[in-house]
């Protein structure tokens, strides 16, 4: 055997192997991935210890930023609680309707099909600006909510004005999107075994019962699932408030990722903007874990021994 | 069975990346008429002469993005004129690319921060916050490339900045109060005057209140109200921001307090919108409230006053007039001054820049272009122009360079100082955001303005 050829085999005993395949379709993930997301995290981090206003260097500055931020702004720590507030409301709502109306819907009619597609069309839709204008013109001095009030003998509500009634339209575009979250259920749903409920129905368990002893505790790793991805992506809401409220009313809707948009595009402080980005990131993190933790203690899995 | 699924792998790799491809161009692509020959003007000839350079003259291809902000009419408007210079020139190819007001101004500081700015755009008065992406043009000036013959040398300063001449000023505009003249007789008020003070303003949208059943004043632009307007009206030559924006000129809040005292006392009393009542309005004038018929004044750039009247002329809104801004006191000085409403600015990394210059000349100086643009972005500076469009002169815009006149001819205007530090965006949302909590009652109208005073200092490095 010559060298050339002994190259060449060695080619052909790599492309043989099944692992090659699997590296050549994850390639456009891990290329994506680091491009787009791990090299832009760590510039970001490198941007939160300077100073950096988009047009000229970066300045460093080390710490200062993340001093700044727990010692010097009060609107950093409004921010993280009107968030926290927001996603309060309406993460459970959220899976509370997704759940109600998942169950609706997986009873054994032909109709319920179409309710199933119609029900998933906000979500859909999209938290898009379009939506959320609309959602504005709705919730406005004259708009359908407030003429719905007079019409019942209520007074008219300033939704948009009221340091307290600002976040409602908000958390309900959120609710209103409930679709995915319900198809997710929908699937667990129907992964009950029907001789549960048999056999429930057997002992005398009424509906509720039923639901509360067999359906929670089969759906819990869904809960989860579905508790965990809604959370996270509730910390990082900004179209509404960025399109209806701008920051809201003296800041009541002030959301952190609108606040850390302002600081880094429109008052030019990036390595700020940067620096908060970081504290939000570990903040879902920290959230996420004690749902995990938490979660031990509701969560039942069939195959396990719990 | 080995070459199988190698084959397959390659084939399913290779349609998946042909359809990653096919995610296209999403530029605005202009619509080119080449089947049109050349027209060329006496006129066109004329101002090409002065601004042939060779990339021009020698026909090789030469492509060049141009952006800017506006409403739907202006957008159609610029795309007419881009289209005519591309006629005029068929081996350019000018990549529109129009944008609403916000998203301009996002879309710049990420080209700016990337080093990749449009060859060509619009530029508000933020100069100081661009400066490393706007090039200087008195080359192209003293070369001819960009004529000035016809322009006074008062409109050429405006857009300078940092001894640079940072751009040419597509319209001059003044700030003013347009009000409904009707509603005014309804109310049994007369006229404003060109001195009217602070308190007219106030005890007049409290009695047109009642004629309009919601407010008597729609939204002012309270920061320029208080502080670039506001504090020259105290006394002539004094100014909140200093000239080298190293800081405030101001460091007592007797000068902000009236001003906030006066916006409270209305949004109590119902006079002046609630903070979300005006979030209703957004950015774009054609929602604001005296186009709806709920308030008889607002405050806007005279610019503003075209697409203002048709709009609100749909609603059967007729006899809008322009008022300047009221004062302190009816013989003190007006704070008002000619500004200008946007500018014209060649970027830093334009690789064309002859291109780009006769592009900037065209739109400033040629009278085809203009009879299009019909000066919606404000007066021309062009005095050649200002006398073509003259004769097609709608009302609007004879009240418009009526207006521009008298303020132009005062004398007040001088001392008015219009930059805008590059922290102005963070300043003026800290002041709204003062004024919410005066108006809530979290902060005395002391405490507020001095919030401000503080604030601005902070970020001027004072």
């Known amino acids: 055997m010559e060298k050339q050829v002994g190259a060449y085999e060695k080619l052909k005993s790599i492309i043989h192997k099944n692992d090659f395949v699997g590296y050549v379709f994850a390639a456009p993930f891990i290329v994506g991935f680091l491009g787009f997301t791990v090299v832009p995290m760590l510039m970001s981090l490198y941007y939160s210890m300077t100073e950096y206003d988009l047009t000229s260097a970066p300045i460093w500055i080390g710490f200062r930023n993340y001093i700044q931020m727990f010692t010097g702004d009060v609107r950093f720590w409004n921010s993280i609680a009107v968030t926290f507030k927001y996603v309060l409301f309406a993460v459970p709502l959220k899976l509370v309707f997704a759940l109600l109306v998942a169950f609706l819907l997986t009873r054994n009619n032909r109709i319920v099909s179409i309710y199933r597609a119609v029900y998933y069309l906000p979500s859909l839709v999209g938290g898009s600006v379009a939506v959320s204008l609309v959602w504005k013109q709705l919730f406005s001095r004259k708009g359908l909510i407030n003429s719905v009030l007079l019409g019942i003998g209520l007074e008219r509500i300033n939704w948009l004005g009221s340091e307290v009634w600002s976040i409602v339209p908000l958390i309900l575009i959120t609710v209103w999107q409930f679709g995915s979250s319900m198809i997710i259920f929908a699937a667990g749903l129907k992964e009950?075994?029907?001789?549960?409920?048999?056999?429930?129905?057997?002992?005398?368990?009424?509906?509720?019962?039923?639901?509360?002893?067999?359906?929670?505790?089969?759906?819990?790793?869904?809960?989860?699932?579905?508790?965990?991805?809604?959370?996270?992506?509730?910390?990082?809401?900004?179209?509404?408030?960025?399109?209806?409220?701008?920051?809201?009313?003296?800041?009541a809707t002030n959301f952190i990722a609108l606040y850390i948009y302002n600081q880094g595009f429109r008052y030019k402080n990036m390595g700020y903007a940067s620096a908060m980005s970081w504290v939000l990131l570990m903040m879902i993190a920290l959230v996420t874990l004690i749902i995990f933790k938490v979660s031990d203690h509701f969560v039942f899995y069939e195959a396990s021994d719990n | 069975m080995r070459r199988n699924w190698l084959l397959r792998t390659i084939s399913l790799v290779t349609s998946i990346v042909m359809l990653g491809g096919c995610g296209g161009n999403q530029q605005a692509k202009p619509e080119t008429t080449s089947s049109e020959t050349v027209v060329a003007t006496s006129q066109g000839a004329e101002s090409t002469a002065a601004a042939l350079g060779d990339a021009l003259a020698n026909g090789e291809a030469v492509t060049i993005r141009f952006a800017w902000w506006g409403s739907q009419n202006r957008h159609e408007r610029t795309q007419k004129v881009c289209e005519m210079f591309m006629e005029r020139y068929p081996n350019v190819t000018i990549i529109m690319e129009p944008y609403d007001f916000s998203g301009y101004f996002q879309k710049l500081s990420t080209l700016a921060g990337a080093n990749d700015v449009w060859d060509v755009f619009q530029m508000g008065n933020g100069f100081a916050e661009f400066d490393n992406c706007i090039a200087d043009l008195t080359p192209y000036?003293?070369?001819?490339?960009?004529?000035?013959?016809?322009?006074?040398?008062?409109?050429?300063?405006?857009?300078?900045?940092?001894?640079?001449?940072?751009?040419?000023?597509?319209?001059?505009?003044?700030?003013?109060?347009?009000?409904?003249?009707?509603?005014?007789?309804?109310?049994?008020?007369?006229?404003?005057?060109?001195?009217?003070?602070?308190?007219?303003?106030?005890?007049?949208?409290?009695?047109?209140?009642?004629?309009?059943?919601?407010?008597?004043?729609?939204?002012?632009?309270?920061?320029?109200?208080?502080?670039?307007?506001?504090?020259?009206?105290?006394?002539?030559?004094?100014?909140?921001?200093?000239?080298?924006?190293?800081?405030?000129?101001?460091?007592?809040?007797?000068?902000?307090?009236?001003?906030?005292?006066?916006?409270?006392?209305?949004?109590?009393?119902?006079?002046?919108?609630?903070p979300g009542a005006i979030a209703e309005i957004g950015l774009d004038p054609s929602q604001d409230f005296v186009v709806t018929g709920e308030a008889a004044m607002t405050w806007l750039g005279s610019n503003q006053f075209v697409a203002l009247t048709e709009t609100a002329s749909k609603n059967g809104i007729t006899n809008l007039k322009l008022a300047t801004i009221p004062r302190q006191t009816a013989d003190g000085p007006s704070g008002l001054a000619i500004r200008s409403s946007q500018c014209i600015s060649m970027s830093t990394n334009c690789n064309n820049t002859e291109v780009a210059a006769a592009l900037i000349d065209f739109i400033v100086n040629d009278e085809e272009a203009n009879k299009i643009l019909a000066g919606e972005r404000g007066v021309p500076i062009s005095s050649k122009i200002r006398e073509m469009l003259e004769s097609q002169l709608t009302d609007a815009e004879v009240q418009i360079y009526a207006y521009i006149d008298k303020i132009g001819k005062s004398e007040d205007g001088q001392y008015v100082n219009l930059n805008e530090p590059a922290s102005f965006e963070a300043i003026k949302e800290r002041f709204n955001l003062s004024m919410e909590k005066a108006i809530s009652g979290e902060y005395t109208i002391t405490e507020a303005a001095q919030d401000v005073l503080d604030f601005s200092s902070q970020q001027l490095g004072q």
């Open chain 1, 192 to 251: 009950i075994p029907g001789s549960y409920y048999e056999a429930a129905k057997i002992d005398g368990a009424t509906t509720v019962k039923s639901f509360i002893y067999i359906t929670l505790p089969c759906l819990s790793p869904i809960i989860l699932f579905n508790l965990v991805m809604q959370t996270i992506s509730g910390f990082m809401v900004f179209t509404q408030s960025f399109v209806i409220t701008q920051g809201g009313p003296n800041d």
């Open chain 2, 141 to 274: 000036i003293e070369s001819s490339a960009i004529r000035t013959e016809d322009i006074e040398d008062a409109f050429i300063k405006v857009t300078q900045y940092n001894g640079k001449q940072s751009g040419i000023s597509l319209g001059t505009n003044a700030f003013t109060i347009i009000y409904n003249a009707d509603m005014f007789a309804e109310a049994g008020l007369g006229e404003p005057t060109d001195n009217w003070t602070w308190e007219e303003y106030q005890s007049y949208a409290e009695a047109l209140k009642e004629v309009t059943g919601e407010f008597g004043s729609s939204r002012l632009e309270n920061f320029y109200g208080a502080t670039i307007v506001g504090v020259p009206q105290y006394e002539r030559g004094l100014n909140y921001f200093k000239a080298d924006n190293s800081g405030l000129e101001i460091s007592d809040t007797k000068y902000l307090e009236p001003y906030m005292q006066m916006i409270k006392e209305m949004t109590a009393s119902g006079a002046y919108p609630d």
